[in-house]
């Protein structure tokens, strides 16, 4: 390329420049730039920027796919990486290592920092999870930070042993005796207890720890010997304990039991014949499942979700092409029964639900507690319409799944009606219609139940808030105590009380209650809403802070349908322990910033 200047063009004086300046081929500028003969050079400093800068975010880019060594050390990578800069340094295995160390060490920095200036508590959820015989966990704190924005980030992900006592076998993989002494024992549980412990000091958590969401496996031993620890630590929400709550994810599966009846496996079977049995019906097939609004399970998903999603496609098969003959003439295998397609239809009404659910508790994104009591509550009310239909034995033990969904219910449903009232889009109006649905006359015990433990919070927190004399604070809330886990009626609590105390010492909470309901809006942000009202209802926000950052589950988003945590199987991988830790929770916490940065705090708007 070449410049020049015409006098026409008034640049007479950048002609003449261009003159005395001796030629210059640009390859040779820019080789000279890059290759600086002065080390320490700013040129050369700036190059040198850009590659760490490069290389952090590339080794960011990786472990948000869950990348392993093996890919870094392939000549691929090495293409990729000189073909962003050709100057950039050849990389070891052992430099990509310690730089990606060195992020997961500052990002746990900025976590713990984030933790600390968070105003609210946190929760804990213990995930148990399985490879062959080899058991792992994984725990995650859950806060709502000083943003409003919630947050659900992994802090420990490792081995806890092996069923078959094989786990002598795995000790080289570990630095010390110590660290591996619960699991070379056998004692996965524990080795649970003891790895819930360190991660509680060693994340700084005594002081604001105030509930704790685990699947089966975690007893409440580790909870109790939690509290062991944190006797002296006043957990708002339940009194000097901790919040103890089941897995809704985890109950939810275990509403078919081990194995899905056998009527229903069958139909199952006889439907995919028939839907795949012409290479045009085969192709009609393939477009249903292509349009179908639900993920496609995988080998290692739930047997009820691999179940569901067949079955979902057979009835939009049916609705689609009721006479497949008006497009080919197979008579063989014959069209299921029309008992059979009841059958497929009883199914899925109520999997539906089941499958919402699961969906509503498990995302990361708009995952307020306000947000799950819609699906769960749905939930409840297709259990009840599926239990009045014809032969509905044939297809599920429905007696069996009510008796699990109402012992899963008496544990949540104070939490997700408070957490409805905190929603100042529908407070306890939006309750009593439910209720009245569900309970019919019983509906208004229900809802004492529910003001009682609001006014019995909303006193402790005011408290806290004001600096109140503990004294007189607990003289005044003697009689609105409740169960430290929230399930036991307050029948001994009279009416006339509570209205005495509402009027004398609850005028906040009062005030929100009493004021007009926010108007239904899709973009509602729940959380948005209490940061901007927390100077008018102080107390009450404080409440809605910890009440929303529940924690419905255990389980992450990825792994909410399947049998097991896909993420275990690093553990197989040629990397250390601590290494596929760092990974994991790197991983997360990457992802989880680019969801808040994306859509940030609150949740969906809540059908009415």
Not at 284 to 310: A, D, M, V
Not at 470 to 497: E, I, K, M, Y
């Amino acid at each position: 390329m070449s410049l020049g200047g015409t006098s026409t063009g008034r640049t007479t004086h950048l002609r003449r420049h261009l003159k005395i300046c001796p030629a210059l081929p640009a390859t040779d500028r820019m080789q000279k730039q890059r290759s600086s003969p002065h080390p320490g050079s700013t040129i050369e400093s700036i190059w040198k920027f850009d590659q760490d800068r490069s290389l952090e975010l590339l080794i960011k880019v990786l472990v948000s796919n869950l990348f392993s060594s093996p890919l870094t050390s392939s000549t691929t990578f090495r293409q990729l990486w000189a073909g962003i800069c050709p100057t950039n340094d050849v990389l070891s295995d052992a430099a990509i290592e310690e730089k990606f160390l060195s992020i997961f060490e500052n990002e746990k920095l900025k976590l713990k920092e984030e933790i600390a200036l968070a105003p609210g508590g946190v929760f804990l959820t213990a995930a148990s999870s399985s490879l062959e015989t080899k058991n792992f966990i994984f725990l995650t704190v859950h806060f709502i930070d000083k943003e409003w924005n919630l947050n659900r980030k992994i802090i420990r992900c490792c081995f806890t042993g092996c069923e078959d006592f094989d786990a002598e076998y795995f000790v080289s993989m570990f630095p010390n005796l110590q660290s591996c002494h619960n699991f070379i024992n056998g004692n996965v549980r524990a080795a649970e207890e003891e790895i819930v412990k360190e991660a509680v000091q060693n994340w700084r958590l005594e002081w604001k720890l105030l509930g704790i969401s685990s699947r089966k496996s975690l007893a409440d031993a580790a909870v109790l010997a939690l509290e062991k620890n944190l006797t002296e630590q006043n957990y708002l929400l339940a009194k000097c304990k901790l919040l103890n709550l089941p897995c809704i994810i985890d109950a939810l599966n275990d509403l078919f039991g081990y194995e899905i009846n056998e009527y229903v496996l069958s139909t199952s079977k006889m439907w995919f014949q028939y839907m795949t049995c012409t290479p045009l019906r085969r192709d009609k097939y393939k477009e249903i499942l292509s349009r179908l609004q639900i993920n496609r399970p995988s080998f290692g998903s739930q047997r009820w979700y691999l179940t569901f999603h067949s079955l979902e496609a057979a009835l939009q098969f049916n609705n689609e092409l009721p006479d497949p003959q008006q497009i080919d003439s197979r008579y063989y295998p014959a069209k299921p029964s029309f008992a059979q397609l009841k059958a497929a239809e009883n199914f899925c009404d109520l999997v539906r639900a089941i499958y919402h659910a699961v969906k509503v508790v498990s995302r990361t994104c708009n995952g307020a507690l306000n947000s799950q009591f819609h699906a769960i509550w749905n939930l409840k009310m297709a259990l009840l319409r599926s239990s009045t239909k014809e032969n509905i034995d044939q297809v599920f033990n429905i007696e069996q799944m009510k008796l699990k969904f109402d012992q899963l219910w008496r544990k949540w449903y104070l939490w997700l009606s408070l957490a409805v009232v905190l929603d100042p889009r529908y407070k306890f109006r939006f309750l009593l219609v439910c209720f009245k649905e569900a309970f019919g006359s019983h509906a208004k015990r229900y809802i004492f139940e529910v003001r009682g433990k609001l006014y019995e919070l909303f006193l402790q927190y005011s408290c806290h808030v004001d600096q109140q004399n503990s004294d007189s604070f607990d003289q005044r809330t003697n009689d609105l105590q409740l169960d430290t886990h929230g399930s036991t009626p307050v029948h001994a609590t009279s009416q006339n009380f509570i209205e005495q105390a509402a009027h004398e010492e609850l005028g906040e909470v009062i005030r929100y209650l009493e004021a007009e309901l926010i108007p239904q809006n899709a973009n509602f942000d729940i959380l948005k809403w209490w940061k901007e009202n927390a100077l008018t209802y102080p107390a009450l926000a404080r409440l809605a802070c910890d009440i929303l950052a529940i924690p419905g589950s255990a389980v992450s988003a990825e792994s909410a349908f399947d049998e097991t945590d896909e993420r275990v199987g690093l553990f197989n991988l040629k990397l250390s322990p601590e290494l596929v830790e760092a990974l994991v929770c790197t991983q997360d916490w990457i992802k989880s910033s680019e969801i808040i940065s994306d859509e940030v705090g609150g949740n969906i708007n809540m059908p009415a």
